[in-house]
């Protein structure tokens, strides 16, 4: 078995489209991971912004297979396989290991709160331990304002100590620039790869010898984030990077999911696209008209896109 | 089919054993249903005190199977059948259901935070629309220090109107008493059913109409809390409450549900039921001799729970 190589560069929690039943619509989720990959963005399908916690463990399965199956290759995917049940992120993390992912984004079990670095330390060995695989690498996940538990630096130090090489990276979502900081100070070095949870935090992330971003609005600007990614070090870069903020403080200003279904909707042609699973709730029609108005005020499209059909 | 008779009395959040290697241990769950059984106190099988969401979908459905094929009264159970995933959510009711359970202990999807009651109403609605089931009871779950996503009195209206004699109560969790109170006043009369989310507030609850509580300390104080339950209407109610008060705060000071596994296994003479899935972590040697020490000043025991083996 060959070891993966190490993902860098930009990736995207790919949003997940859904037919009228709510059921998971493969042919417009493998068309969407074709067009990132035609863009330069890697895919973290069942990130936060898959709606995957609204996802049971067998319709992901389900999901990745059809994308193994339609060409998309293993090692431009980042799938997210952590949980709250420990047989359930075992599950998940085999079956993407078994498709040549190139790392698994885990989110700590997120249902308990307040649990110790202990219960922590034992959750993310028990799977390492479970499914024994030497092309096992882990990304941790990091997003207290969602998941409730963080992943602190002394967790970190000692599952790198426990787990080298497969404990490959982070994805930190805090949007705490000193947190990534201290995570690119102390654990970088070590080849523990950061990952900036949004684009926001690229150019910085770079410039402290981070390895990229894993974004949202990769879903919607990918082309875009990633030629920041590729010339961080030209003299542009602050300007790309100020162009891409204008763009995110747009989505941002609307719940987020729902917004980039909607902008993937627009711009594709498609309005089924625009469905999310509860508990979202997809865009209003004002929410619609104010977003669409204020990405046209930006000159903002989505190249190639509806030509992805 | 007959329509079950309304939920009412004691419920504990049953806690589920495991075998050495973390594999849910059905004989001594059925064992410690039985107990419960005779004690007078309901089964609310895969609450958090359950450690349900550290369970997968399979393992759950599969412990409910043995336990209905052991003779345990579906009328006698309310299982936690709320989970983040709509299918999971829809999949663990239609089984409870199926196994004719009085109610269905249903939490709220957890993950997404700050989700609207739009986005909760939908996530219940497509639940009870497609387990399209005339024996489904559900029973809100309202614990917002734990899910963080707390259900409103907004949101309660609105689904009692929508489905009536569906939407057949609450367990508040929340220990806020004006919380409750409010839920009493406002819809206990409409037929909705409160229920405490502890012992603490089982004598309040009674005499402001509620129907009974449910409480994590039910898996080894029974008997005392159930006979509260029977006998608050006479004088020595308040000195029951004290009493029960009493050996709560004991397991409250320490990690609740590490404490009641070290109980059952303590009382039991069966130290394996002591294990717990992480993240979280058992009590460790002092905290156990605390536990022991508090409980015996207290004159605590587990009547009739060694011979139950």
Not at 155 to 171: F, H, M, T
Not at 229 to 256: E, G, N
Not at 297 to 308: C, K, L, N, R, Y
């Amino acid at each position: 078995m060959n070891t993966p190589t190490r993902l860098s560069g930009v990736f995207s929690p790919v949003i997940t489209p859904f037919a009228q039943d709510l059921s998971p619509d493969p042919a417009r989720l493998i068309r969407h991971c074709q067009w990132l990959l035609s863009q330069d963005v890697g895919l973290a399908v069942f990130g936060t912004n898959s709606e995957a916690n609204s996802m049971s463990v067998a319709e992901k399965m389900k999901l990745l297979d059809l994308l193994a199956q339609a060409g998309i290759p293993g090692a431009r995917m980042m799938p997210g396989t952590g949980a709250c049940a420990l047989t359930d992120a075992v599950e998940l993390t085999r079956h993407a290991v078994g498709h040549g992912a190139g790392g698994a984004l885990m989110l700590p079990p997120f249902y308990y709160k307040g649990v110790s670095d202990d219960g922590l330390f034992a959750s993310y060995a028990e799977v390492i331990e479970r499914v024994a695989d030497p092309r096992l690498r882990i990304y941790l996940y990091h997003i207290p304002q969602v998941s409730n538990v963080p992943i602190s630096l002394a967790l970190i130090e000692r599952l790198l100590k426990a787990y080298p090489g497969v404990i490959a990276g982070i994805k930190d979502s805090s949007g705490n620039w000193e947190n990534t900081k201290a995570m690119l100070d102390r654990f970088q070095p070590q080849g523990f790869d950061v990952f900036a949870g949004s684009e926001s935090f690229l150019l910085a992330n770079m410039r402290g010898g981070g390895v990229g971003c894993i974004t949202a609005t990769g879903n919607v600007n990918p082309g875009p984030i990633a030629k920041l990614y590729r010339t961080w070090q030209q003299p542009d870069a602050d300007a790309q990077q100020a162009a891409l903020d204008a763009v995110r403080a747009i989505f941002q200003s609307l719940p987020m999911i729902p917004a980039l279904k909607a902008a993937a909707a627009h711009f594709g042609g498609d309005a089924g696209f625009a469905a999310v699973r509860p508990p979202l709730v997809a865009l209003n029609a004002q929410q619609k008209t104010e977003l669409m108005a204020a990405l046209a005020a930006q000159g903002f499209s989505m190249p190639g896109w509806s030509d992805s059909k």
